[in-house]
Structures are given as C-alpha cells and as structure tokens.
C-alpha cells in the first residue's frame, strides 16, 4: 500500500492506496466522486480526464505509483457546481453538448486543460486538442463541443458575460421549436448525473458484485459446468448457473409473425445446453467485491464439444450446416414482397435495366461511451427491481419474466440515466442476469461490463447480403424492381423477422416504384445476435438502393440528384409498402440541397489533384416513425399544487426524452400559463410510469409525443372556465375536478401482410444526403470533407435536440460507411479497433437545411428524427468515393486498403 496525499480539486486528501490501483478507481471508488467517467478503460475514450499537475490526463490507465505525491488533480466537481457553472459547462448546456452526457465531464476537464494554456484557441486547435486527448464523443458529431468551446472561451475572455450566453425564454414562453436547454444538461456538465455505475458505487453494504463466466467459442455443446472450486474462493456468495434459475432459462423473442419457423424461446439467460455465439454468459460469480468475484470466474470449468461454428448467413445456409437450434432450420423466416404488376415483363421492355449483386452491409458496432451496467434489488413492495439502460422497460419485463420465473406484477423496471445505446438496449443485455443473480442470493445485485463485455456480448446491427435490380424507361423513371436480401442474424431470433420485413419496406425507399418483386429470409447464425441499431434495416437497405440509383444515373449518363428528382414520391404515388407517404417533401428537399450540390461539385474540381481526389455523392434517406403497424402509448398529465407532473416511459438512450416530454407537454399546456419550470417529469419506471412503449423506430416524439399531448389536453379542457380563463389548482381541488388525466394515442396503422403490403407507420422522416469526399489514391483512405443533410423531421420541438441527433447521426454514418466493423472476434474488441470515429475522422462542416413539413398525425406537427441521419449517410460517402476516384465499393466499410486495391484494378 502507498500512503499519498493529493490535492484534488483543492483540497488536501491523504489516501492509502495500492500502487496499481487505477487513479479512475481511487477518485471514483475510494474518494466517491463519480462525475469522472470510466468507458473504454482502456486510453481510448477520454471520459476519464482530468488534469493533473496541468496536464490532461486519462486516469483509467493512470496507476496510482505513477501520480506524484503532492499531484494537484482537477475532475469536474473542481469546475463548478449547479448553482455556479464553470463557463464551459454553462456553454455545453447551451450548445446541447451533452446528449447522453456519459463524455460531457471528460471532455469539458480536457477543454478546461486547453484554456487554462491557449485562452483564445481556433476552432481547429480545439479539434486537434480532443484528437490528441482521444476525447470520444458517439452522440453529438462533434460540432456543438467545439462550439461550446469557442464561446466559453469568449467569457472567459470577458468578451461576453455568462448571463449573455445563458438561453433567455422567448417572450411569449413558448420554448416548442427553442433552443431551451434539456432539463438533464445541468446534471449531466458537472458530474452529478447517477450512471448505472455510479449508482453501483453507492449501493449498500452487503450489495453483491456479479461477473460473468463466458463463452470463449463461437459453437457448442456444454457437457458439463463445475464451480466447486470457484465456490471456495475468498469472498463467493455463490456461483449461479442455469440450474439455479427458477424459470424457463429462456429470453422470448416475441416471435411477430406466424410464419417464423421458430418458437422465439432461444435465447438462454445462462447457456444451459449449448454455446451459441462468442461471448454467451454460462454462469455468474456473485461475491463481496468485483475482484473476488473476477477471481472466482477464472476457477469455473467449463466441458464442451465444439461444434462448426457458422460465421456469416452463406455459411449456415450451405446444404451441409446443422441446425444451430435443433428442430428449427437456419433459415427461419421468409418475407416476400409483391407490390403492383409482375416485374418480369418490365424488365424485358425496360429501356435501361442495371443490376447490382452481393451489396453488403456488415455487423456496425454500437460503441456508446458507458458500458453495459445494471443494479437489482426487492423494492420496499417486495418487488423484483431491475435498473438497467432499458429503453423499452414494458417490452423488456414481458420478455424476460417467465424466463427469470416471475410474475410481471412482481417485477419493476427502471431505467438509469443511459450513456448512449444507439439501440443495442432495444434488446434485453444483463436485465436477465441480474433478475436471476437477485432471485438465486436474495441480495441487492450490480453487474457493470467492461468495454470487451460490452463488444463482445450485446447485440449488433444485422448484416444485409442484397442483390438489386431496377428497370426504368428511356427518361429514368423506374418502372420496377426485383430484391433479394438475406439477413445475418446471428443466434437470437429477437425481432429478426420484424427486421427481414425492414428490407421489403426501404429498399427502394423513396422512389414510388410501381411494381416490385421480391425476397428476403433470416438466417441463424454464430455470430453476434442482431440487436436494433439505429435506423433498423434502413442502411442495409438504402446502401443497395441508393448505390443501384447511382449505377442507374452513369448507365444513363444522367446527373444521380436529377435521376432522383426525377423518381422520389410525388402524389399519386405509394412506396415500396404500397401505402401513400404521409407528406411529399422529397422533392423540396432536393430543391433546397441542389445549389450546395452544384457548389460541391465546383469546389471537387478545382480541388482535386492526382494524389487527393474529390467526389462528392448523394443519396435518399427515409425510415418511418413508430413499431410497424398498431402501435401506441400511454401517458398522465396531474395537476400539482407546484405546477404539472408529467408521468410516462419515453426512454432515453440519451437522445433528450427530458426535452422532449417538456417541450411537447408546454406547447399543450400553455394555454394554461404553465411554465416550463413549472413541469415536473417522472419517467422510466415501470413501477409509476403508464407504458409509453420502447424508445425504438424514432417513434417516441410521434407516439409517446401524442399521449402527452392528450393528456395535457385533457387537463387543460379540465382547467378551462366557461369565460376562457383557467382554474387554479385550489379552486380544481375545491371543486372536486379530478387532477389527473390519461393521455392515450394509437397509430392509425395497419401491419403489412405477406406480400409486404400495407400502412405500418404513422409518419416518416425524409431527408437527402450530400457528401464531399477526398480520396487519398497513394493510400487509399477518404476522408469525409463536407456532409450536408436537407431534412425533414416535421415541426422541430426542439432545435438544439434535433440539430444534435443529426449532426452525432451523421457522425456514425461516416464510421458506418468507413472504419465501423465487428467482424474479427480477435481485433475488432476495442472501441478504437473496432473503428469509433474520432475528431479528425469528422469534418467540422456538417450542415442542415430543414424543410418542416407539418405533419397532421405528429404532435403539434412533428415526425421524429432521431434515425433519419444514419439512414443513408454511408451511401452518399460510398458514391462520392466513386465520383472522386471510380472505385465502386460495395461492401462496406470503404476501408484504405479496398479503396486501393479498387485503384489498383483500375490501372
Ligand atoms: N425531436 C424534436 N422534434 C422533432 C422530432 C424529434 O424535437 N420533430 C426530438 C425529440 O424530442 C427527441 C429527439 O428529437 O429529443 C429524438 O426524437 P425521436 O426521433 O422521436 O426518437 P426517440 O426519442 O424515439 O429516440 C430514439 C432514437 C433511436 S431509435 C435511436 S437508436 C437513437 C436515437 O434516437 N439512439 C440514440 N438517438 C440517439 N441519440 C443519442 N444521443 N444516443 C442514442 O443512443
Ligand atoms: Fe479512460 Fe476511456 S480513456 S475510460
Ligand atoms: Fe458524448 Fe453521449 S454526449 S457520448
């Protein structure tokens, strides 16, 4: 042990450490102050910065025998506080800089070691300084920090005042369409805001510290689990495995449609009979201290027979694969699509038919900053208690109960604040985990991953295999199109159909094809389970579309926006799911993006030069609002003597359910001089909450946005005196008038049947996508120059969410088209490895041009938009490529070494 004083923040701490210890942990741990984050844990991520001794450092791989005595440390807390915010936190409030707010703390520490030594920095240095520190940021692209930056640096300067820089509300109150900073912000800019882990840190003595044991195989069968000797080890409460697990041992997958082929029961909570991918928990160790129970995991013994194990769809679907769920086939879902005439005579007569074969979009990893974390316990009701990053709580407890062996009126789901998912949490992680590890040691639970478990255990985008073809008339009208696309979906069948269908209903997306043929199936797979990942099938989808647009566009010699000008919906036509969209704004959109694009290509032109080449690219985006067919949410609105209390679950990966149940409650409840401060929220918890649905399919603003309203409206009409005026709540009281209202709203939608056909959503986001690339042709690595989105997400609620959700959307379509991958089970099990864009990897210049199409299904006119930026960014970047340089990539990530090989073959 060393004993070492420090000066943190200040003040004078002796501490007894070892002198391995991480200086992440001692702060965290030891000295309890959780506004320093720990996500990659490994010098990747920079959530853990802070300054010592002036220096920006990263305290997750900073040992305590490296910090000198007397080191004077400074972490957020030493920043400001809620009551007096340091410029910087003030200004990442003001910017939206803090989405989910798990990197806020680390980046304004390293922003403040920046301005402590360059007071008047450019925005460039600003840049290459979180480059240099390895400052991540997976939600907000990047642009709103360094704007931040910009203007506290500006009061710190005392060129403005921090008054000056604070929102000010508008003077008709009404924040809808505002820029009001997100109630979370200020939690979030100075570390007060609870993590999972930071709960975890808090819980009570006697809380039991679980690790998992897990599969180091793709494929097997378990022959047999010993834990007596982890049993001994120091500290072991008990080792759970499937035997101790009082339930079906079972995740449902809620199978969606009859047809599938499976029974949706082939998830295991604890691999009883077989290892079905990398990874899969197979016992847990639930002891005194992470440590000991870390050590008791490595003495499990484990006895299996390996079985091939089938890495990719064309692998499980060859004549000689087993079937990885015996009695269910690998390929267990089909979904057809059949949409207008027969395409075969079409073809024939077209007048230009292009075909594309063997697209393919792979396994895109999640990478939010936070690392999958969970806490359990019996509430005071006798409740099962599960926190968890759930963003579909309702969905989750029906999914997991018979498995872990309770009745749902016995189990409570609770959503801490999440550090990002992107859709990963749309499926159940460790919920399970801890449900079983609560129920088999009868003790509060914690269970935090680190950032290999969070890899190499959660679930991942589904890779796409697409063939294409389109035929269209002498002037490029297409006339029909015929897909085929086959889904990788990895061992669990969760929502793999509803997936599938996502390939009938977006390729071709956009475009009011008359007739359409086509298939897709799901495989079973070896490889990571398909989890949702943001936009659900529409990338997979669109990158063969909107590539094929491209190839139509150079077979035709036609400019591809033209092309697309030429062919996106306009009344009278319907999409691929044969149902009218909602608004036509396409063509607008392409009106408003069309003189950035001609910019654009002058500016490739005159910058181009032999060793960089320039391109530029576009593509369509379009996703639907909401879960496919009926779908619906509930919420309550009460009268309180303080102002209004808002209750319902719209979950938060971090997008701002927090401003968005605020904004869209004010804009309802104004007539009534409520004021914004005056609204209280009380969200995600199953055990208060009305069931508002799961924060999936940007549905949230739209759904849960619609049963807010309701049930605002229901309050104000409540409140409403026959002379105009409002009650107060003493005279609502005084008359008996009930306080609380239920909200309710359902989707006015209708599920596609077998051809594909039908009115699954209630609104769409629609967007165009433009992208300036340069090809370095020594290399053969791009670089993103520009990214422009012209888009439509309806009504904005509020500004500083949606610019937000775009700009850290567009961010993950850069990675997507890219670096992003989780193939290699031996590389691809870092956050830098698995290719997380950094700074540099995302030019500053990435801008919007809105196109707010009221929409009448929308609450006060919105559709939603968190997944309208990921849904074809890749594309645009993927066409610019082969502009700048003619190499057609087909399959993504465009990585350095196939652009160059595609060069290569060009010469
Ligand atoms: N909004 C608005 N005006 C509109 C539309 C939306 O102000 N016209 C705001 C909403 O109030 C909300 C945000 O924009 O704050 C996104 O709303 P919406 O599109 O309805 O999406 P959801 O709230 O249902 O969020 C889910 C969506 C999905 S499916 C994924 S995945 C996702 C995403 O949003 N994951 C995210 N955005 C993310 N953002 C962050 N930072 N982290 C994630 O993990
Ligand atoms: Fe320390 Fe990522 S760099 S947590
Ligand atoms: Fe930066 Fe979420 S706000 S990771």
New binding site residues.
């Given amino acids: 042990m060393l004993k070492k004083v420090i000066y943190l923040n200040g003040v004078s701490r002796s501490l007894i450490v070892s002198p391995e210890a991480l200086l992440s942990d001692v702060i965290r741990k030891q000295l309890h102050l959780t506004g320093t984050k720990v996500g990659c844990g490994q010098g990747q991520c920079g959530a853990c910065s802070v300054i010592m001794d002036g220096k920006v450092i990263r305290s997750c791989v900073t040992k305590m025998k490296r910090v000198p005595e007397g080191a004077s440390i400074t972490t957020i807390e030493g920043l400001g506080t809620p009551d007096n915010l340091h410029a910087l936190q003030l200004a990442w409030a003001v910017h939206g800089g803090a989405?989910?707010g798990f990197c806020s703390p680390g980046f304004i520490v390293s922003a403040k070691g920046l301005l402590d030594q360059n007071a008047n920095p450019t925005r460039q240095e600003v840049r290459d300084w979180f480059q240099k520190h390895r400052n991540v940021c997976?939600?907000?692209g990047y642009v709103p920090l360094v704007d931040a930056v910009m203007d506290a640096a500006r009061v710190l300067r005392g060129e403005i005042t921090k008054q000056e820089l604070a929102y000010k509300l508008p003077e008709d109150g009404k924040i809808w369409g505002s820029k009001y900073p997100?109630p979370t912000a200020i939690a979030k800019v100075t570390g007060t805001c609870d993590y999972g882990a930071d709960l975890g840190i808090k819980m009570p003595c006697g809380t039991l510290h679980l690790k998992l044991v897990q599969a180091t195989v793709s494929h097997a069968n378990i022959l047999s689990i010993d834990t007596s000797e982890a049993e001994k080890m120091p500290g072991v409460y008990k080792v759970i495995t499937h035997k101790d697990v009082i339930g079906k041992n079972r995740i449902t997958g809620l199978i969606t449609f009859p047809t599938n082929k499976g029974d949706g029961w082939d998830r295991p909570i604890l691999c009883d009979e077989k290892v079905f991918q990398f990874g899969d928990a197979i016992a847990i160790v639930a002891a005194d201290t992470e440590e000991n129970a870390q050590a008791a995991v490595e003495k499990v013994k484990v006895e299996l027979e390996i079985l091939p194990a089938y890495m990719s769809a064309p692998a499980a679907m060859a004549d000689d694969a087993i079937e990885i769920h015996p009695g269910t086939p690998n390929v267990y879902f089909e979904q057809k699509i059949a949409k207008g005439e027969d395409t075969k005579e079409y073809m024939e007569k077209a007048a230009y038919v292009v075909e594309g074969e063997n697209f393919y979009v792979g396994r895109q990893p999640?990478l939010?900053i936070e690392p999958d974390v969970g806490l359990a316990y019996f509430d005071e009701e006798g409740r099962l208690t599960i926190h968890s990053k759930s963003?579909g709580l309702g969905l989750h407890a029906a999914m997991i109960a018979p498995g872990i062996g309770i009745e749902l009126e016995k189990l409570r789901m609770i959503q801490n604040p999440?550090g990002?998912?992107?859709?990963y949490?749309?499926s159940p992680t460790i919920e399970a985990l801890l449900g079983v590890a609560a129920l088999a040691t009868g003790k509060p639970v914690y269970l935090n991953f680190n950032y290999y478990q969070q890899i190499t255990y959660t679930g991942k985008r589904s890779p796409f295999f697409m063939n294409l073809k389109y035929g269209a008339d002498k002037d490029g009208k297409i006339l029909a199109m015929e897909s085929e696309w086959t889904v990788d979906h990895g061992p669990y069948s969760e929502f793999g159909d509803l997936l599938t269908l996502r390939g009938a209903q977006f390729i071709g997306a956009g475009y009011g094809i008359p007739n359409i043929r086509g298939i897709g199936r799901t495989v079973c797979t070896n490889h990571a389970w398909g989890s949702?990942?943001?936009?659900?099938g529409s990338p997979q989808s669109l990158f063969a579309s909107e590539l094929l647009m491209d190839m139509l566009a150079e077979k035709m010699g036609m400019d591809p926006l033209e092309l697309r000008y030429k062919n996106v919906y306009r009344p009278g036509d319907t999409q691929p799911s044969g149902s009218p969209p909602e608004v036509f704004s396409l063509p607008e959109l392409i009106d408003t993006i069309r003189p950035k694009y001609l910019e654009a290509k002058e500016r490739a032109k005159k910058e181009s030069t032999p060793e960089k080449k320039r391109g530029v690219g576009v593509s369509i985006g379009v996703y639907g609002?909401g879960l496919d067919g009926p779908d619906g949410a509930e919420a309550w609105a009460e009268l309180t003597k303080e102002g209004v209390t808002i209750f319902t679950c719209?979950?938060?990966?971090?997008?701002?359910?927090?401003?968005?149940?605020l904004?869209?409650a004010h804009e309802a409840l104004r007539p009534a001089g409520i004021k914004p401060q005056d609204i209280k929220l009380v969200l995600n918890d199953t055990g208060v909450c009305p069931d508002g649905g799961?924060?999936?399919?940007?549905?949230?603003?739209?759904?849960?946005?619609n049963a807010i309203k309701a049930s605002c409206d229901l309050l104000v009409a409540a409140m409403k005196k026959a002379d105009g005026t409002y009650k107060t709540y003493d005279e609502m009281v005084a008359e008996g008038t009930p306080l609380k209202y239920v909200g309710k709203w359902a989707a006015p939608c209708k599920e596609c049947d077998e051809n594909a056909q039908g009115n699954p959503f209630p609104t769409y986001?629609y967007g165009v996508f433009l992208a300036e690339v340069e090809v370095d042709t020594k290399t053969g690595k791009t670089q993103v120059v520009k990214m422009t989105l012209a888009a439509d997400?309806?009504?904005?609620?509020?500004?500083l969410?949606?610019d937000?959700?775009i700009y850290?959307?567009l961010a993950q379509g850069i990675g997507l088209a890219l670096s992003e991958d989780f193939e290699d089970l031996k590389k691809h099990t870092t956050m830098a490895n698995c290719g997380i864009p950094y700074i540099k990897d995302i030019p500053d210049a990435l801008e919007i041009l809105y196109v707010?199409t009221p929409?009448e299904l929308?609450p006060h006119?919105?559709?939603?938009?968190?997944?309208?930026p990921?849904t074809s960014p890749h594309v645009a970047i993927t066409n610019a490529i082969y502009n700048a340089c003619g190499v057609r990539i087909t399959q993504l990530p465009a990585l350095p070494e196939k652009v160059l090989a595609g060069l290569n073959a060009l010469k």
């Fill in positions: 989405q989910c997976r939600c907000t997100r999640h939010p963003i999440a990002g998912t992107f859709g949490k749309f949702a990942f943001r936009g659900y609002c719209w979950h938060d990966h971090g997008q701002g359910a927090d401003i968005g149940c904004s869209t799961p924060a999936g399919g940007s549905r949230s603003q739209v759904l849960v946005g986001m997400p309806g009504k904005i609620g509020n500004k969410a949606v937000g959700q850290g959307g707010e929409r929308g006119g919105a559709s939603g938009v968190g997944e309208l990921l």
